[in-house]
C-alpha cells in the first residue's frame, strides 16, 4: 500500500510540473498580436504609425519570432513615408536585419528593396546612393552566373510557421502585397533605376547583359530590351538595330523590332523590310509587319500591299498585313482589298471582310451589303458580312434596308435582327417589331423578341406589354 501511495504522489507532482511548464508563454510567439496590428496599419496605408508599431514590437519583444520580419515592414513603410530621412532610416533597417539575422542577407531577401530606396535617394539628390545603385546594377549583372534567386517568390521565403502549428498563422512572411515592382528581378531593378537617373551610365551595364548567351540569361534579355528602347540615345538604338537584325534569341529579336518600330528612328523602315524579306519566320515577319504599319511613309503602305498579295507568305503574315491597310482607311486601301478579295480563300477572305469593316467608308458598306448578297459565298461568310454591317463606327439603318425581306436562309435573317438589335434607337426598334409581328418562323419571332426585352426603348416595352395581354 505505502508503495502504491508513492507512486501515484510521483505521478501527481510530475503532471504538476508538465501543467506548469505548459503554462509557460513561449517567448517566440510573443507579440503576435502587435504585429499583425502593425501589418494592417500597412494595408491601410497608414505608414507613420506602421513604423511605430514595429518598432515598438522590437523594444516590448526582443525575442519574438516576428523581429526580423518587423525590421524588412518597417523599412517599407519607411520608404512609402518617402522623405530623406525616412530612406536612410529604412536603408539602416534592412542593415540591422542583414547583420542580425543572416540567413535574410544569403536569401536576398529586402533586396529588391533596398533598391529601390537607393533609386529614391538617387533621386533626391544623393550622390552616394547614385554611386551605389551604378555599383549595383554592375555587381548584379557581373554576378549572375553565381547568383541564385535574390526574389521573394512566395509566401516560404520567410515564414518561420512550422508544420507544428496549429494556428495557421499566415502573416508572418514577406509576401510584398505592397511593393509595386516585387515581381521584378533585382538586376532588371537597378538597371531600370539607373536608365531613369543616367541614361549614360546605364547602357555599358545594359550592353553587357546581352553579351551573356544560353537559356538561363533570356528573361534578363528580354527585359533589358524594354530598358534599351527607352533610353531614347543614339548608342542604345544603334544596339537595338543590332539586335532586332541578328539576336540569336528570336524572342529577344521579336521585342526589338516592335521596339524599334515605336522608335520613330530613320533607320527602322528599311531595317524592318529587310527583315522580313530575309527570315521565314512568321512570328519575326509579322512582327516585322507590325513594326512597318506604325510608319506614316508611303513606301510603309507599298510593303504591306505587297505581302498582303504575295502567296509566298504565311496566312498569318498576309492577314496581319491586311488588317493593317483595313485601317488606313484610304482609297487605295479599298482598292487593293476589293480586288484582292477574289485572289484569296479560308482565312485570308475573312481578314479582308473585317479590313472592310474597319474602314467604315461608304464604299466598304456597300461592298459589305455586295458581300451579303453573293450567293456564291457560303452562308457563312455572308453572315459575317451582316454581322459586321452592324459593328462599323458609321453604321446606319440604311446598310441593313431590304436585306431581311428578300434573304431566305434563317441565319441570314437571324443575323439582320441581331444587326438592328446592335444600332439601336427608335427605327432599328420599329423594325424589329415589325419582324415580331409578321414573321412566321417562331424561332426568329423569339429573337426579335429577345432583343426587343434587352432595349428600356418605349415602343419596345408598349409592344412587349400587348403581347403578354394577347397571350392571356
Known sequence: MRTLFISILALLVSATVVRAQDSQPDPSRA?????????????????????????????????????????????????????????????????????????????????????????????????????????????????????????????????????????????????????????????????????????????????????????????????????????????????????????????????????????????????????????????????????????????????LQRVAGDSKYDTEVRGNAIFWLGQDGDRDSFELLSGLYDQLDGELKDNVTFGMAQMDSRRSGEWLRGLVWNENESVERRANAIFWLGQRRNSSLEDLDGLYEKLEERELKDKVIFAYSQLGGRKAVQRLIQIAETEKDPELVSQAIFWLGQTDNDDAVDFLMRKILEED
Open 31 to 303: 507579440g503576435r498580436e502587435l504585429y499583425r496590428d502593425a501589418r494592417d496599419m500597412l494595408r491601410d496605408d497608414d505608414f507613420e504609425n506602421a513604423v511605430e508599431a514595429f518598432g515598438r514590437l522590437r523594444s516590448e519583444f526582443p525575442e519574438s519570432r516576428y523581429v526580423d520580419d518587423s525590421l524588412y515592414w518597417e523599412a517599407f513603410a519607411l520608404y512609402r513615408v518617402g522623405d530623406a530621412q525616412s530612406l536612410r532610416d529604412a536603408a539602416n533597417r534592412l542593415e540591422t536585419m542583414w547583420q542580425d539575422f543572416p540567413d535574410t542577407a544569403e536569401d536576398g531577401e529586402g533586396e529588391d528593396l533596398a533598391i529601390q530606396i537607393t533609386r529614391q535617394l538617387a533621386r533626391k539628390g544623393d550622390s552616394e546612393a547614385a554611386d551605389r545603385l551604378m555599383a549595383k546594377a554592375r555587381e548584379l549583372v557581373d554576378g549572375f552566373d553565381d547568383d541564385r534567386d535574390h526574389g521573394h517568390d512566395s509566401d516560404d521565403d520567410h515564414d518561420h510557421d512550422s508544420d507544428n502549428d496549429n494556428d495557421n498563422d499566415n502573416d508572418h512572411d514577406h509576401d510584398h502585397d505592397y511593393n509595386d515592382d516585387h515581381a521584378h528581378d533585382s538586376r532588371i531593378l537597378a538597371l531600370d533605376a539607373l536608365m531613369q537617373m543616367s541614361p549614360e551610365r546605364a547602357f555599358p551595364i545594359v550592353q553587357k547583359v546581352f553579351e551573356k548567351k544560353g537559356r538561363e540569361y533570356r528573361v534578363l534579355r528580354k527585359k533589358a530590351v524594354f530598358i534599351l528602347a527607352n533610353m531614347k540615345t543614339r548608342e542604345a538604338m544603334d544596339l537595338l538595330v543590332e539586335l532586332a537584325e541578328s539576336d540569336s534569341d528570336p524572342d529577344v529579336r521579336k521585342d526589338a523590332l516592335f521596339w524599334l518600330g515605336q522608335s520613330g528612328d530613320d533607320r527602322a523602315l528599311p531595317l524592318l523590310e529587310k527583315i522580313l524579306a530575309s527570315t521565314d519566320d512568321p512570328g519575326i515577319q509579322s512582327q516585322a509587319i507590325f513594326g512597318i504599319a506604325q510608319s506614316d511613309d508611303r513606301t510603309a503602305w507599298e510593303i
